[in-house]
C-alpha cells in the first residue's frame, strides 16, 4: 500500500472545513478533483474514510486511525521540501490584517513561508481596514491585507477577490420600524463610512446598539435578532436574510479585499510574501457556519 501525500493532504483538509466544497476553495483544486483524491485513497486503503452526518463529513473509524499519521507524514514531507526549496532571502516583515480572511490559512501560509525562507522573520497582527491604510502609507507596515470601494483602489494594489456587500437581518425580525438598530464593526468600521451616509440621504432614523470586532460576532448578533448589519452577501443563510427597508436604499458598493505594500517599495522578502499571500488567498473564502 502506497499513500501519497497529496490526498492525505486533501483528506485533512476536507476533515478540517467540514465539506468537499469548502475543502476545495482552500486548497484551490475543483470539487471534483477533491473528490477523486479522497476516492483513490479510499480505494488504496480498502476502506471508507468519511461518512456524510447532516451537511458535514466526519472521519470513519478508519479515518480516525489515519489521522495522527497522516499529520506526522505531512508535516515531514512539507520540513523536507521546504529544506530543499529555502532561499537566501532575508530581512524582518510587518504584516497586518482585517478580519475577513481565515486566520488558520493566514496561519499556514506564514509558516509554509518561513520553513521556505528561514532568513525571513515575519511579525503578524489583525487590526482595523482605516488603521491598515494609514500604518501601511507612512511605512509603518510593509504589507496590510484590508477592504477598499472600487473607488479607493490603486494600480499597484493586488486584489484578492470582490464581494457584494448587503444589508442583513434574521429572518425573524425585519426591524421595519425606526430608528433601525444597527449593528457595525465598532467605532472604526469602514463600512460606517458609506452606510451611515446612505441611511441619512434617504432619512432612515437608526442607532447603533451593538459592535464587535469579528464578522462572526456580528453574524451570531443578526441571528440573535438585535438588529441590522452590512455584511458580505456570503454570510446569507439560514435565518440570516437580506433585510427590506422601509425606503428605498442606494445600492451598497461592492468590496475589495486587496494586498497594499509602502508605497514605492517592495524589496524582494517583502515580494516573495506578497506573491504568497496573492497565491493562497485568491478565492473568495466560505460564509461562516451557522
Same mark, same amino acid.
Given at each position: 500500500? $502506497? ?8 483528506l485533512l483538509t476536507v476533515l478540517d472545513?467540514?465539506? @468537499? ?9 475543483? $470539487?471534483?478533483?477533491?473528490? #477523486? ?15 456524510? *452526518? ?6 470513519? &473509524? ?9 499529520? /506526522? @507524514? ?27 480572511? *481565515? @486566520? ?9 513561508? #518561513? ?5 525571513? /522573520? ?10 491598515? $491604510?494609514?500604518?501601511? *502609507?507612512?511605512?509603518? =507596515?510593509?504589507?496590510?491585507?484590508? $477592504? ?5 483602489? &490603486? ?27 444597527? =449593528? *457595525? ?21 437608526? &442607532? ?41 436604499? /442606494? ?16 524589496? /524582494? ?11 493562497? =488567498? #485568491? ?8
Amino acid at each position: 500500500m $502506497q499513500l501519497d501525500i497529496e490526498s492525505l493532504r486533501v483528506l485533512l483538509t476536507v476533515l478540517d472545513t467540514g465539506g @468537499m466544497t469548502s475543502a476545495a476553495q482552500r486548497l484551490h483544486m475543483g $470539487q471534483s478533483a477533491v473528490s #477523486r483524491k479522497v476516492q483513490r485513497l479510499e480505494e488504496r486503503v480498502g476502506q471508507p474514510l468519511l461518512i456524510r *452526518d447532516g451537511h458535514t463529513l466526519r472521519p470513519t &473509524r478508519a479515518g480516525r486511525a489515519l489521522i495522527p499519521d497522516a499529520k /506526522e @507524514m505531512i508535516e515531514l514531507h512539507d520540513r523536507a521540501a521546504a529544506r530543499l526549496e529555502s532561499s537566501e532571502l532575508s530581512g524582518n516583515i510587518s504584516l497586518s490584517s482585517n478580519g475577513e480572511i *481565515d @486566520m488558520v490559512q493566514i496561519a499556514s501560509l506564514l509558516g509554509a513561508f #518561513r520553513r521556505r525562507h528561514p532568513g525571513t /522573520e515575519v511579525e503578524f497582527s489583525v487590526d482595523h481596514t482605516g488603521a491598515l $491604510q494609514d500604518w501601511v *502609507d507612512a511605512g509603518d =507596515l510593509d504589507v496590510a491585507i484590508f $477592504q477598499v470601494t472600487d473607488e479607493a483602489l &490603486r494600480p499597484t494594489d493586488i486584489k484578492l477577490w470582490t464581494e457584494k456587500l448587503v444589508f442583513v437581518t434574521s429572518a425573524s425580525d425585519p426591524f421595519a420600524d425606526q430608528p433601525v438598530p444597527f =449593528l *457595525d464593526f465598532g467605532d472604526h468600521c469602514y463600512y460606517n463610512e458609506f452606510t451611515h451616509g446612505i441611511f441619512e440621504r434617504a432619512g432612515v432614523a437608526f &442607532r447603533t446598539v451593538f459592535s464587535a470586532a469579528s464578522s462572526n460576532d456580528v453574524r451570531a448578533a443578526v441571528q440573535a435578532g438585535i438588529g441590522v448589519a452590512t455584511m458580505s452577501a456570503r454570510y446569507l443563510g439560514d435565518d440570516v436574510v437580506e433585510w427590506k427597508p422601509p425606503v428605498e436604499l /442606494e445600492p451598497l458598493p461592492h468590496i475589495n479585499q486587496i494586498i497594499r505594500t509602502v508605497p514605492g517599495e517592495r524589496p /524582494e522578502a517583502v515580494a516573495a510574501l506578497v506573491e504568497t499571500i496573492r497565491n493562497e =488567498l #485568491r478565492v473568495t473564502p466560505s460564509a461562516v457556519a451557522a
